[in-house]
C-alpha cells in the first residue's frame, strides 16, 4: 500500500526570516548621587524600542547610588542602552535578568 494522494502538488514552504528581539532587561547599575533617577529614567526612555523605565534606589553612599533598572520594550538594543548610561556616568555592574522573543518576518 502506497502513501495517500491529494492529487495537488505541495508548495516548498515560504522561508521565513527570525530575529530575536529583547524585549526586558533588568539591570543592577551604580550612578553619582549627583544624577536623578528622573532624569535617567527619561533618558532611556527616549531610546528606541524603549517602552517603560523602572528605576529603584537599592543602596546609598556618600557619593553613589545602587539602582535597578527595569527596561521594557521591543527590540531592546543592549550596546547603545550601554553606551548611553555610560556617557551619563552610569556603571552597568551586572545585567541580572533578559526576557527575548523571536520575530518571524516573511
Same mark, same amino acid.
Given at each position: 500500500?502506497?502513501?495517500?494522494?491529494?492529487? %495537488?502538488?505541495?508548495?516548498?514552504?515560504?522561508?521565513?526570516?527570525?530575529?530575536?528581539?529583547? #524585549?526586558?532587561?533588568? %539591570?543592577?547599575? $551604580?550612578?553619582?548621587?549627583?544624577?536623578?533617577?528622573?532624569?535617567?529614567?527619561?533618558?532611556?526612555?527616549? $531610546?528606541?524600542?524603549?517602552?517603560?523605565?523602572?528605576?529603584?534606589?537599592?543602596?546609598?553612599?556618600?557619593?553613589?547610588?545602587?539602582?535597578?533598572?527595569?527596561?521594557?520594550?521591543?527590540?531592546?538594543?543592549?550596546?547603545? $542602552?550601554?553606551? *548611553? $548610561?555610560?556617557?551619563?556616568?552610569?556603571?552597568?555592574?551586572? %545585567?541580572?535578568?533578559?526576557? *527575548?522573543?523571536? #520575530?518571524?518576518?516573511?
Amino acid at each position: 500500500m502506497g502513501g495517500f494522494f491529494l492529487g %495537488i502538488e505541495e508548495k516548498e514552504p515560504e522561508k521565513k526570516q527570525v530575529q530575536v528581539v529583547v #524585549s526586558k532587561l533588568v %539591570i543592577d547599575a $551604580l550612578k553619582p548621587r549627583e544624577i536623578s533617577i528622573v532624569d535617567i529614567a527619561d533618558m532611556i526612555c527616549l $531610546l528606541n524600542g524603549v517602552k517603560q523605565v523602572n528605576i529603584t534606589v537599592r543602596e546609598v553612599d556618600a557619593r553613589t547610588e545602587t539602582i535597578r533598572i527595569t527596561i521594557y520594550g521591543e527590540g531592546l538594543d543592549v550596546k547603545l $542602552l550601554n553606551e *548611553a $548610561l555610560s556617557r551619563n556616568g552610569i556603571a552597568i555592574r551586572s %545585567i541580572d535578568e533578559v526576557s *527575548a522573543e523571536k #520575530s518571524e518576518q516573511q
